[in-house]
Structures are given as C-alpha cells and as structure tokens.
C-alpha cells in the first residue's frame, strides 16, 4: 500500500488521559502525585473554590506524604489571555515539577496554559488557534498536571484543549494540542457537591452539547486523508468516540434535573460526573461543531448579562449556556446530514421517537433539547443574554473566526447559514 494515495481518511486514533472515578478518589491524590514523580508542585484553583476549602485539603493531603504545594488561587471564571499571561507571570516567580488545578473548565485550563506558558515561554497567542492565534504548535512536553475537576461539565480533565478569551478580538479561542492531555484526571463526584444549580444546570448544558456535536460532527472518514504528523486532535466521529457519547447524552438526559433539583442527590452527581468525563473522550477525539464554535463569539460578546449563581459581579455567559442555546436550531439544520443519528439522541435523551412524521422527526432533538434547557432553567434564547437581531453579523463574524470548528460541521456552513440559525435561536420558547 506504501505510497498509495487515498482520497479520505481511514484511520482514527482514541486518545484519553488516565482517569482515576470514584467517591473519595481525591484522598488518592499524594499517591498519585508522587506515583508521577512530583515533589513539588503548584496547585491552581479560582477564589471561590479556594474558600470552599478543597485546594487546602488536597494541599494537606501532599504535605503529609512530603509533596510540598504552593497554590494559587487567581483564576478568572471564563478566563482572558490576560488573566492566563498574569498566572503564567505568578507560577515563573516558584519553583515546581508538576501543576495540579482543582476547579471547573476555567480552572483546568487557566493550569494547562500555566504549564504551557512557564515550560515553552511565549505570548499565548502565539500558541492560540488560527485566525485569531498563530497556531505555533507546542514545542514539546509539558509537566506533569493532575487535573481534579469539580463541575461536571468541561471534561478538560481528559481534553487536550485550553480555552481563552482574547480580549482584543472580543472572542474565545483555544490552544489545542494532545501535549496539553493532563497526565492524569481524578474525578470525585463529591467534589461537585457544592455547584450551585445554575452551575449545575450550564455545565449539564456543556456536556450533552459536546456528546451530541461530536456524535454528529462529519465522520473520520467523511474528511481528506492526513499525514500522521497532519492529523488533528479532532478528528471527525468514529466507532468509540460514538460509545463515548451515547452514554453521555443518556446520563445526562437521566440525571441532569435531578442534579439540579438536589445538589446532594448522590446518584445523579455520581452519572454526571462520569458523563462530562465520557463526553470529554468523544469530543476530545471526534471534535464539536457549530455549536461551540457560535458559543465563543455568544460568550465573548456579552455586553451586560451577568447569570445567576456565579458568584460574579461583571458580565459573563456561562460556557455551557452560550454554546447550549444555539444547539436546537443547529441540530434542525444538520438533521438531514444523518437523521438516524438525531433522532438516537433524541431517544437516549428519554423522547420516544418512533412512528414520527418526518417534520415531527426533524423536530424531535431540538425539541429534547428545548425541554430539558426549560426544565433546568436555562435562559430561553439569545434575547434573554442581552442580543437582539442587530447584533448577528457580529456574531456571525466572530463564528467565522473558528474555522477549525465550523470544518467540523456535517453540512456546508457560511455566514448566511450561521445568521439563520442566530436567527432561530432568539427566542427558544
Ligand atoms: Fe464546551
């Protein structure tokens, strides 16, 4: 076969960070640690989980095995390229052999940058995606990180990717790259016990939207054919990232209001926390589409929407509502790219689907959608963030910044498509 050229691609590659689950695996946290070689590391975590207590008992925990921790609690929630430059700038003045961010997504990937930042010292930009960024890949390894989620959302704690606000282009970017993988998740529901409902009910939003992107996203071997050099992290749905999110869209189909309704109701933090996980290893491999990539420019805009339940006075749309709410009307649109798919989601969602017209199938994921953004308070469409109609070529502008994203889409997207679908997702009900 040796130099034979073929016209799309017919190899997938599974990658995944090692992933320690279970109630009480962060009491683990200093064997594994030094299982890794640490001796001295930096933990990262956000003000507000630093008050909650966790970072200092996973600082203790170290001591006591003679893994000795500075720790820094800076993080911005939604974090700029600002406040990663600001971490980076504080971890160079310390001394350590490997990083350990305890929080949600910003936490984790405000971490990743910090390692990419002291390890390869550039501007983050540099390493930033194209257009916005230079794309410079990662030169080489990081240090080691242990990543300790505490929302079920992000699953970053399995991604290769960091995502930034870069304030001059008012958009969200990421730095993708599998160097960036944590060498190691440890994932404790217990420590998702203390997300308020709001946060709950987005970072809920987060994962289904990254289970059903990626289980929709244009097949590996729907795309040209890559060098293996070439080859993206993202590399188009395949056999095992579809398992990844079945399960995932399932869970949270399941457990989600549950979640919401009771922060302590174990169960549903125990399958939500192995959904963000599950939907992190389907899209950290298969790649998320239009939803995400209208959810950078729907966050990065935010004039004056300041959400619920975060613990911020300044203007901000949580990441799993800006990329949740445009999702109804863009599955509609990519319905008849794969309807069987669409409607499988619909189903693991809970929505019977059998014995549907075909305006009536078509509808059934948005619908599933809609039902459970209502049910778990999730704010009903653009409108309710503070957009109107006047502000979609702006939108649409700033979506176009992330070619790498929309390249995912099934169906044919450019600025007339991605208007209409702003368009529809105004007003969700
Ligand atoms: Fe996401």
């Not at 997938?12 to 009480?24: Q, R, T």
């Not at 910003?106 to 010292?121: E, G, M, Q």
């Not at 809970?350 to 075909?358: F, N």
């Given at each position: 076969?040796?130099?034979?050229?073929?016209?799309?691609?017919?190899?997938?590659?599974?990658?995944?960070?090692?992933?320690?689950?279970?109630?009480?695996?962060?009491?683990?946290?200093?064997?594994?640690?030094?299982?890794?070689?640490?001796?001295?590391?930096?933990?990262?975590?956000?003000?507000?989980?630093?008050?909650?207590?966790?970072?200092?008992?996973?600082?203790?925990?170290?001591?006591?095995?003679?893994?000795?921790?500075?720790?820094?609690?800076?993080?911005?929630?939604?974090?700029?390229?600002?406040?990663?430059?600001?971490?980076?700038?504080?971890?160079?003045?310390?001394?350590?052999?490997?990083?350990?961010?305890?929080?949600?997504?910003?936490?984790?990937?405000?971490?990743?940058?910090?390692?990419?930042?002291?390890?390869?010292?550039?501007?983050?930009?540099?390493?930033?995606?194209?257009?916005?960024?230079?794309?410079?890949?990662?030169?080489?390894?990081?240090?080691?990180?242990?990543?300790?989620?505490?929302?079920?959302?992000?699953?970053?704690?399995?991604?290769?990717?960091?995502?930034?606000?870069?304030?001059?282009?008012?958009?969200?970017?990421?730095?993708?790259?599998?160097?960036l993988r944590p060498a190691?998740?440890?994932?404790?529901?217990?420590?998702?016990?203390?997300?308020?409902?709001?946060?709950?009910?987005?970072?809920?939003?987060?994962?289904?939207?990254?289970?059903?992107?990626?289980?929709?996203?244009?097949?590996?071997?729907?795309?040209?054919?890559?060098?293996?050099?070439?080859r993206p992290a993202y590399i188009g749905a395949n056999p095992a990232s579809d398992i990844w999110c079945e399960k995932a869209i399932e869970y949270v189909g399941r457990y989600l209001r549950r979640a919401v309704l009771n922060g302590l109701d174990l169960e549903a933090r125990v399958y939500l926390a192995l959904a963000a996980n599950y939907a992190g290893v389907g899209f950290g491999n298969a790649g998320v589409h239009i939803p995400h990539a209208l959810g950078y420019p729907i966050a990065g805009l935010v004039r004056d929407y300041v959400p619920s339940g975060y613990r911020t006075s300044h203007a901000l749309v949580p990441h799993g509502v800006s990329v949740v709410v445009a999702a109804p009307a863009t599955f509609r649109f990519t319905y008849a790219t794969a309807p069987e798919r669409h409607l499988r989601a619909a189903e693991l969602m809970?929505?019977?689907?059998?014995?549907?017209?075909?305006r009536e199938a078509r509808e059934a994921l948005p619908n599933a959608l809609r039902a459970l953004m209502r049910d778990v308070a999730i704010p009903n469409g653009l409108t309710a963030l503070g957009y109107a109609e006047r502000d979609i070529p702006a939108l649409v502008d700033g979506t176009l910044k992330q070619p790498r994203l929309l390249s995912g889409s099934p169906r044919t997207v450019g600025g007339t498509e991605l208007a209409a679908i702003l368009h529809d997702s105004l007003h969700l009900w």
């Open positions: 076969m040796k130099g034979v050229t073929l016209p799309t691609e017919t190899v997938f590659v599974m990658e995944a960070s090692p992933i320690k689950f279970g109630l009480g695996a962060t009491d683990e946290i200093a064997y594994d640690a030094r299982r890794l070689g640490l001796k001295r590391v930096l933990i990262v975590t956000d003000p507000h989980i630093a008050a909650l207590g966790l970072p200092e008992r996973v600082r203790a925990l170290l001591d006591e095995e003679g893994v000795k921790a500075d720790l820094y609690d800076g993080v911005e929630i939604e974090p700029t390229d600002r406040s990663m430059e600001e971490a980076a700038e504080y971890a160079r003045q310390r001394e350590f052999d490997g990083l350990i961010g305890v929080g949600g997504g910003s936490a984790l990937d405000t971490c990743k940058a910090i390692n990419l930042l002291t390890t390869h010292p550039a501007p983050l930009l540099d390493y930033v995606n194209q257009p916005v960024g230079r794309g410079r890949p990662v030169p080489g390894p990081l240090k080691p990180l242990i990543a300790v989620p505490t929302t079920a959302g992000t699953g970053s704690e399995t991604t290769a990717v960091a995502v930034t606000h870069v304030l001059a282009h008012h958009v969200k970017a990421g730095v993708s790259n599998r160097l190691l998740g440890i994932v404790d529901p217990l420590n998702t016990l203390t997300a308020p409902p709001e946060v709950t009910a987005a970072a809920g939003a987060d994962i289904l939207t990254h289970a059903i992107e990626s289980y929709t996203t244009r097949p590996y071997n729907a795309r040209a054919k890559h060098h293996p050099p070439d809970g929505v019977p689907t059998a014995g549907l017209s075909d």
